[in-house]
């Protein structure tokens, strides 16, 4: 288990400081419905226009498409990730129908919408005693070709999902890393008024 020494400056639900990215985990099955609750609080974040452009690819350990998954990470990710009880890949469409309209436009917000409902999946996991971890590390080519994921969806990150482990179960260097790590101060991410940060 980690210490979590992580302090707000400004008075805030404890959720947002006890959730955090491991990459220690126990290599445990999860179940499918948890899993699929994790993306239930996911389909409730805000969207513009409600357009809901995320979408999740997953897959369970020790079901067919586990190994086609893992194999999706870089080598350094693999060598971690492959005791995660469940990997996703997290897409968005780039395109939405407004109200009213017949044709499809350019959706300039589906990062930012895709960012909100990434972060509700994680705090509900969080909430429900499991970890992910968002990486970057990943063949954003291979994943498009081997998920089959068509033109008009960006491709942003794959999770990782499991309940936390023995960090001595981690290479020797990154062992120091498995804590939670600390944030910027309010100061330095918020401005009233102008930009000066």
Do not use: C
């Not at 129908?97 to 300039?108: C, D, Q, R, S």
């Not at 705090?123 to 992910?132: E, F, I, N, V």
Request: glycine residues 6%; hydrophobic residues 40%.
């Amino acid at each position: 288990m980690s210490d979590n020494s992580r302090i707000a400056d400004y008075a805030i639900h404890s959720q947002f400081t006890d959730r955090w990215s491991p990459r220690a985990f126990t290599g445990e099955s999860i179940p499918q419905e948890t899993l699929l609750s994790f993306f239930e609080a996911a389909r409730w974040a805000p969207s513009a226009y409600n357009s809901q452009p995320w979408r999740f690819l997953y897959a369970r350990r020790d079901t067919p498409n586990w190994e086609r998954f893992l194999s999706l990470l870089v080598e350094f990710n693999q060598g971690w990730a492959q005791h995660a009880s469940a990997l996703v890949i997290v897409i968005s469409k780039t395109t939405f129908t407004a109200p009213g309209a017949t044709e499809e436009t350019p959706a300039l917000w589906h990062t930012f919408d895709t960012g909100s409902a990434w972060g509700h999946l994680a705090l509900q996991a969080s909430l429900s005693g499991w970890h992910t971890h968002g990486m970057a590390g990943f063949d954003q080519e291979k994943t498009r070709k081997e998920l089959k994921i068509p033109e008009g969806y960006a491709i942003h990150a794959a999770v990782a999902i499991g309940k936390l482990g023995d960090k001595s179960t981690l290479p020797e260097y990154l062992q120091a890393r498995e804590t939670p790590s600390p944030r910027r101060p309010v100061s330095e991410l918020a401005a009233e008024g102008d930009f000066s940060l």
